[in-house]
């Protein structure tokens, strides 16, 4: 899991061209948005279109689960081994 947690982090800092943070710089527990990196809705299209692209799953706008998906790195690692992606 700490190998795609890190991957994910990586995938992010791509994605979003965050040309000034690591992978290690991101904490795998903290919010993505608002707090933490502060990342905002335009930043998770973008980071769900990578995640679909890198990983194959699925994502659905509508669904109220997305939004705990994308709660921070450790919750995107368990969305992506749960669809068995990872």
Known sequence: ???LE???KALIISSLALEDIAPDDIPSDEPLFV???GLDSIDALELGLA???RYGVTLSAESDEVRAHFASVRALAE???AQGKA
Request: net charge positive; aromatic share 6%; charged share 20%.
């Open 35 to 37: 707090k933490g990196l």
């Open 6 to 8: 890190h991957d994910i």
């Open 79 to 81: 969305f992506v081994t």
């Open 1 to 3: 899991m700490q190998q």
């Open 51 to 53: 995640l679909q692209k």
